[in-house]
């Protein structure tokens, strides 16, 4: 039978909880906002991949797997990505810093990206390498060992700092560090689960404070692309790429209305990429086994390995794979549908709200054998498809970035591996924080010493032992492979 024959069914039969006040939804909103991965797994584990729940916005579903994957990364017109930072009123500094190409869909989706794909297209690696290079030196320089240091954090500012040079021009000084500072304050704020559970903009509320923020951040972002449209836009980064954009009919766009694409391509760029770094050596720190075979690899690609060489090395790839499976930097996104339609078997209205997960994809049972195990060497026999693998998007929407985010991460593996043992501090509490990306809560305090491949994990507590089997045994010693 042909599926168009089937009858659809209303989204109202979809399963979920019971129709709840509006207090009730603000709760319900707040214990998403607190722990997505716990909300998620729980509505899953009561009424399945599909599900019906309400929240400060109204009526939301949960969609988990494949199938609904696919429709919600290839029937773009059908499914358009909305702001993921929450709304200020019309002609506010909230309303402009939270439109970006995340936030853009079709025909002019379409445009931009065709604007900003040079900048990040695998070709650039080659140029970009060296900058990175310099970047990660330069951030290892003041490393010693004995020491103790936020992992985080250090992987964060090395990120940052490729991030302004390369996609923004920018030099190191205190203008720039204040940007920074701005910035993530005022992310932290707009993720904050007591401002999304009160949007209302009373003075002395939290809500009031990142409205406060976003008028301060954008002057300063304002300041920034006005100077370097006055200088002339001739760079090869993301943000002389940004101030080169016209409309159709060719006129210049006035910087107001490129500030958020700005502002958030900056952030997700670096959020994204410096969480990634970080889990990924903190898998590497306590998987040894894992870790000997990197080093094994590296080794035999001798000193300063060009990226062409590290982007080829196999074990690296399947490291990274898998430490982005199991720890998406998106662990969740969301979706509206921009008219009546089909989802699956049953028919969705317009304005229909729904959120996918990376992660909860990741971790199916029904894909992935074993799912929370960390297992590098499962990317040998397995070929998952992009609506079941999917760290960086997937179809028209697949992250711009991918490239340079693999890039930085292996590189920097590449410089830190061979020179230190990172050890995480024993009893460390390691817990998650869900925000524009997947990170750890408090940070990953680390002991350094020099790399001597006598490698041991530490025993940790927190969440993120819900997430990874930390504690289950790695595979036998492979053969090492000649140096």
């Given at each position: 039978?042909?599926?168009?024959?089937?009858?659809?069914?209303?989204?109202?039969?979809?399963?979920?909880p019971k129709r709840m006040s509006i207090v009730g939804g603000i709760w319900e909103q707040v214990k998403f906002d607190r722990d997505p991965v716990v909300y998620m797994n729980g509505l899953r584990a009561k009424y399945g991949d599909l599900t019906r729940f309400q929240n400060s916005m109204g009526t939301m579903l949960l969609a988990i797997g494949p199938e609904y994957n696919r429709p919600l990364h290839q029937e773009t017109d059908l499914f358009h990505s909305r702001p993921f930072v929450l709304p200020g009123g019309k002609n506010t500094s909230q309303h402009r810093l939270r439109q970006?190409?995340?936030?853009?869909?079709?025909?002019?989706?379409?445009?931009?990206?065709?604007?900003?794909?040079?900048?990040?297209?695998?070709?650039?690696?080659?140029?970009?390498?060296?900058?990175?290079?310099?970047?990660?030196?330069?951030?290892?320089?003041?490393?010693?060992?004995?020491?103790t240091r936020n992992m985080h954090r250090d992987m964060h500012l090395l990120v940052w700092n490729v991030v302004r040079d390369l996609l923004y021009g920018l030099d190191d000084s205190a203008a720039t560090e204040s940007l920074h500072e701005g910035m993530e304050h005022w992310m932290f704020q707009t993720?904050?689960?007591?401002?999304?559970?009160?949007?209302?903009?009373?003075?002395?509320?939290?809500?009031?404070?990142?409205?406060?923020?976003?008028?301060?951040?954008?002057?300063?972002?304002?300041?920034?692309?006005?100077?370097?449209?006055?200088?002339?836009?001739?760079?090869?980064?993301?943000?002389?790429?940004?101030?080169?954009?016209?409309?159709?009919?060719?006129?210049?766009?006035?910087?107001?209305?490129?500030?958020?694409?700005?502002?958030?391509?900056?952030?997700?760029?670096?959020?994204?990429?410096?969480?990634?770094?970080?889990?990924?050596?903190?898998?590497?720190?306590?998987?040894?086994?894992?870790?000997?075979?990197?080093?094994?690899?590296?080794?035999?690609?001798?000193?300063?390995?060009?990226?062409?060489?590290?982007?080829?090395?196999?074990?690296?790839?399947?490291?990274?794979?898998?430490?982005?499976?199991?720890?998406?930097?998106?662990?969740?996104?969301?979706?509206?549908?921009?008219?009546?339609?089909?989802?699956?078997?049953?028919?969705?209205?317009?304005?229909?709200?729904?959120?996918?997960?990376?992660?909860?994809?990741?971790?199916?049972?029904?894909?992935?054998?074993?799912?929370?195990?960390?297992?590098?060497?499962?990317?040998?026999?397995?070929?998952?498809?992009?609506?079941?693998?999917?760290?960086?998007?997937?179809?028209?929407?697949?992250?711009?970035?991918?490239?340079?985010?693999?890039?930085?991460?292996?590189?920097?593996?590449?410089?830190?591996?061979?020179?230190?043992?990172?050890?995480?501090?024993?009893?460390?509490?390691?817990?998650?924080?869900?925000?524009?990306?997947?990170?750890?809560?408090?940070?990953?305090?680390?002991?350094?010493?020099?790399?001597?491949?006598?490698?041991?994990?530490?025993?940790?507590?927190?969440?993120?032992?819900?997430?990874?089997?930390?504690?289950?045994?790695?595979?036998?010693?492979?053969?090492?492979?000649?140096?």
């Amino acid at each position: 039978m042909d599926d168009s024959s089937v009858a659809l069914l209303p989204t109202s039969a979809i399963p979920g909880p019971k129709r709840m006040s509006i207090v009730g939804g603000i709760w319900e909103q707040v214990k998403f906002d607190r722990d997505p991965v716990v909300y998620m797994n729980g509505l899953r584990a009561k009424y399945g991949d599909l599900t019906r729940f309400q929240n400060s916005m109204g009526t939301m579903l949960l969609a988990i797997g494949p199938e609904y994957n696919r429709p919600l990364h290839q029937e773009t017109d059908l499914f358009h990505s909305r702001p993921f930072v929450l709304p200020g009123g019309k002609n506010t500094s909230q309303h402009r810093l939270r439109q970006s190409i995340f936030s853009l869909n079709e025909a002019e989706h379409k445009r931009m990206r065709h604007q900003l794909l040079p900048v990040f297209q695998r070709s650039m690696m080659e140029l970009h390498q060296h900058s990175i290079n310099k970047h990660a030196e330069n951030a290892l320089s003041s490393w010693q060992p004995g020491q103790t240091r936020n992992m985080h954090r250090d992987m964060h500012l090395l990120v940052w700092n490729v991030v302004r040079d390369l996609l923004y021009g920018l030099d190191d000084s205190a203008a720039t560090e204040s940007l920074h500072e701005g910035m993530e304050h005022w992310m932290f704020q707009t993720f904050s689960p007591w401002v999304r559970a009160f949007p209302f903009n009373i003075p002395f509320t939290p809500y009031n404070r990142m409205i406060q923020d976003a008028n301060r951040l954008e002057r300063k972002f304002l300041d920034l692309m006005r100077k370097r449209r006055a200088q002339g836009v001739h760079g090869n980064d993301a943000l002389s790429a940004l101030l080169r954009f016209r409309t159709i009919d060719d006129k210049e766009v006035p910087v107001e209305l490129l500030v958020g694409h700005a502002l958030i391509l900056f952030l997700v760029a670096y959020e994204t990429t410096g969480n990634t770094l970080t889990w990924t050596l903190f898998l590497l720190s306590q998987f040894p086994q894992a870790q000997q075979d990197v080093l094994d690899e590296l080794q035999a690609l001798g000193p300063n390995p060009s990226y062409d060489k590290l982007d080829a090395a196999p074990m690296l790839a399947r490291v990274m794979k898998e430490s982005t499976r199991l720890l998406p930097a998106v662990p969740y996104s969301r979706r509206l549908a921009s008219r009546d339609g089909a989802f699956g078997r049953y028919e969705i209205k317009k304005k229909t709200r729904v959120i996918f997960s990376h992660y909860m994809t990741h971790h199916m049972a029904e894909i992935y054998q074993n799912p929370e195990r960390f297992d590098p060497a499962r990317w040998e026999t397995i070929k998952p498809s992009p609506s079941e693998f999917l760290p960086f998007g997937a179809g028209p929407r697949t992250c711009l970035g991918s490239s340079l985010a693999q890039c930085v991460i292996k590189i920097a593996i590449s410089k830190i591996l061979p020179r230190w043992k990172i050890n995480v501090v024993p009893q460390s509490q390691v817990d998650r924080k869900m925000g524009i990306s997947l990170g750890p809560l408090n940070g990953i305090p680390v002991t350094l010493s020099r790399q001597d491949r006598d490698l041991h994990k530490s025993p940790i507590t927190g969440n993120i032992r819900d997430m990874v089997e930390i504690d289950h045994p790695e595979p036998a010693k492979r053969v090492r492979i000649a140096a």
